[in-house]
């Protein structure tokens, strides 16, 4: 990951001859909201005594022009630092602290500096010192009353809604947001309309000074390499002087917490496995901002950065930012299919243009405390495996339609699996802790580099699911609560949804050998979008690669819901026979049991002569899959599974066969007033 971050950062930095700190630009900040959007320049003008705020109006298609005009690099890392930065987009920063820390960190034969030297000491109120060290950072404000910007009475009121009554001093923490309120509300602005702010004094930008863009290469890079060595550079390879200390990255490139990482074991040789020369370690800054203000996705609530690195020499005609973004592209276009024609439209017409080999980095993480925490890595996908996986899902999608047929009447809901829909089949617990995504996070990673998928692992997710659909624990998981009534229908729709992940992972031969599922599917022809109306039992059980136990355990289910079908029609809507399938597991001998009471709910509801097929193909199975001379009753070896896998088959027969029914009635125009849960059968996904 770190070449391909060197080689971004180089790329951005080589676009139209950009200078150094052009290259540390970041992307502007993300506003909510609709309507006009700004970027407003704040002068003092010092010879007149006068604060003025003027607007510019910021289209979409002017952020990066105006981020390089204004030098925004962000603010000054870590919410406790001392911020100097002259563009923000923090108003109040500008108003207090921005400018008594850049006087006292420029150069004294700085030329910016004697700019500021008139309005820190004549424009500016030293409002004392701050009970805490912390807040001595606010203790200097502009003062907008002798700068006409506040009425003298409404600026000592101010001052006195803020005085700490037992000593009379005034709190500045609490002063400075008051203040930044009360010009926004009196220059007509909010803070959801101005993208940044950008400090001018006499009408001249402080970012375009080389006295401060000098500070900027200082701050950023120069400072870093004060106690640099001699060594070779772990990005180009190039000896020379170079630096360990990352400290001022975003991005995590390796471990200085584990003594373990440490060369030799010694704390004080971290840099002998990872250094940098100046010009890698100042395209690393580049490409960081880039980026995360560029290249940020996610599945679900995980969030993740697409990092790509293009194979051979890089054309001098390649644009970085519709290369990247051509990147970002492929790999959205095989994880979410949301937009995936649109997609698909725009990569064909840049096919011929940025026709490159790559492979792609996907960085998850969370942000903590604007601190970039780490979840997984996944190394060097090459842009043929997003191909393939693009390809397998879409083929998935057309057999399930000739199995289920149409997934939902309304056409936007396809059977096509993504990695959206697999996270939504994996329940974890919403945190910023790791390991609470730990499953699902090797399930991506290994889909995303061909390796096997744990049969194990997906049937312990999807009983967990089963569990929290059917009990309604969604507090704190990644499982979305259903609107009341159509609990059901999630429930089996997420089964199928399960079936058919585990069918796509066998066809791109990752489901694990774990797995004792086996397909059939030879005579399928995938190469066609063909829907079938009707849902098709065996074909569905030959395709995903039911074995005898299994088969036994879907008909189980089948012949529930015929039951369950019944019992509405009679006007029990809650379907009580839902009620004899326990949720959390059920061993041979529990199953055999509920057969006994589906059979005599079939004596009750006369089901026999509908349901005679469904009962002999569910008998057959378990003659071939049951052990009936061990006791305790028991699966024979080859067909063992486990009580949380038997339920998941028996819920997968119920939601077959539940599709099948509903199906019919769609289609029989007679009937009116159907249930809730039939209603929903034109699915209300909300995943």
């Given amino acids: 990951m770190l070449e391909a971050m060197v ?49 510019i109006e910021c289209e979409p298609a002017d952020k990066i022009r105006l981020a390089k005009e204004l030098l925004w690099i962000g603010n000054a890392d870590g919410a406790a630092s001392l911020q100097w930065t002259a563009t923000t987009q923090n108003l109040s920063y500008l108003l207090s602290q921005t400018i008594p820390n850049l006087f006292r960190i420029l150069p004294e034969n700085s030329e910016v500096r004697d700019w500021l030297n008139p309005v820190l000491h004549s424009l500016m109120v030293d409002l004392g010192p701050q009970k805490k060290g912390s807040e001595e950072r606010y203790r200097h404000i502009l003062d907008l009353s002798r700068l006409s910007n506040i009425p003298s009475a409404e600026w000592e009121n101010l ?18 947001p008051e203040l930044e309120k009360m010009v926004l509300q009196r220059e007509g602005y909010s803070l959801s309309q101005v993208y940044l702010f950008t400090l001018l004094l006499d009408g001249k930008r402080v970012v375009d000074h080389p006295d401060y863009r000098a500070l900027v290469m200082r701050n950023k890079v120069e400072a870093v390499f004060e106690d640099a060595q001699a060594g070779r550079c772990s990005a180009c390879g190039k000896s020379g002087t170079v630096t360990s200390n990352l400290t001022r990255m975003k991005f995590k490139y390796y471990n200085t917490d584990k003594m373990s990482f440490a ?154 699996p993504d990695f959206n829909t697999i996270y939504h089949l994996i329940p974890v617990s919403r945190s910023n802790k790791t390991q609470e995504y730990r499953r699902v996070l090797q399930v991506f990673d290994a889909i995303l580099t061909g390796q096997p998928v744990s049969y194990k692992l997906l049937m312990q997710s999807f009983a967990k699911l089963i569990e929290i659909r059917r009990f309604g624990r969604y507090d704190a998981t990644n499982v979305e609560e259903p609107k009341a009534g159509y609990e059901l229908a999630r429930l089996t729709d997420d089964v199928l949804m ?179 849960d039939t209603q929903n059968n034109d699915l209300q996904n909300t995943q």
């Fill in 263 to 416: 060369s030799g074991v010694d704390k004080k040789r971290f840099d002998r496995n990872l250094s940098l020369c100046s010009s890698c370690y100042t395209a690393c800054l580049a490409a960081e901002p880039f980026v995360m203000g560029h290249m940020s996705s996610r599945i679900g609530h995980l969030r993740f950065y697409v990092i790509p690195e293009i194979f051979g020499p890089v054309s001098d005609e390649l644009d970085p930012y519709r290369w990247n973004r051509r990147a970002w592209n492929q790999v959205q276009s095989a994880l979410n299919f949301k937009e995936i024609a649109e997609l698909e439209d725009e990569l064909a017409l840049e096919q011929s243009v940025y026709e490159q080999g790559y492979v792609v980095n996907l960085l998850f993480h969370v942000w903590n405390n604007a601190e970039l925490r780490l979840f997984n890595l996944v190394r060097d996908v090459p842009k043929t495996r997003f191909e393939t996986i693009q390809e397998g899902f879409q083929r998935a999608d057309r057999i399930a339609k000739l199995m289920l047929g149409p997934r939902s009447n309304n056409e936007q809901w396809n059977w096509r």
């Fill in 7 to 55: 080689q971004l950062g180089r790329l951005l930095g080589r676009k139209s001859g950009e200078s150094d700190t052009e290259a540390l630009v970041k992307p502007m900040p993300n506003l909510v909201g609709k309507g006009k959007r700004f970027v407003v320049e704040m002068n003092i003008d010092t010879v007149r005594g006068k604060l003025t705020f003027t607007p």
């Fill in 498 to 676: 399960a079936n058919i992940v585990l069918f796509s992972l066998q066809d791109l031969g990752q489901l694990a050998t774990d797995s004792p599922m086996k397909r059939r599917d030879g005579h399928l022809d995938t190469n066609h979008d063909v829907v079938n109306e009707k849902v098709n039992p065996e074909m569905f059980l030959e395709t995903v690669g039911y074995k005898a136990s299994h088969e036994a355990l879907f008909w189980l289910g089948a012949a529930i819901a015929s039951v369950a079908t019944a019992q509405q029609k009679n006007g029990l809507d809650t379907m009580p026979v839902l009620e004899k399938i326990n949720y959390r597991g059920m061993n041979a001998g529990d199953v055999v049991r509920l057969v006994g009471k589906i059979e005599d709910a079939f004596r009750q509801y006369k089901l026999f002569g509908s349901g005679a097929d469904t009962l002999f193909r569910m008998h057959t199975a378990f003659a071939a899959a049951l052990d009936t001379a061990a006791s305790p009753l028991r699966w024979k070896k080859e067909y063992s599974m486990t009580d949380e896998e038997a339920v998941f088959y028996i819920l997968s027969g119920f939601a077959v066969k539940r599709k099948e029914i509903l199906s019919h009635r769609r289609k029989d125009t007679t009937k009116v007033g159907l249930d809730q």
């Fill in 159 to 176: 001052l006195d809604k803020t005085r700490d009554q037992s000593d009379h001093s005034i709190r500045a923490k609490e002063l400075v």
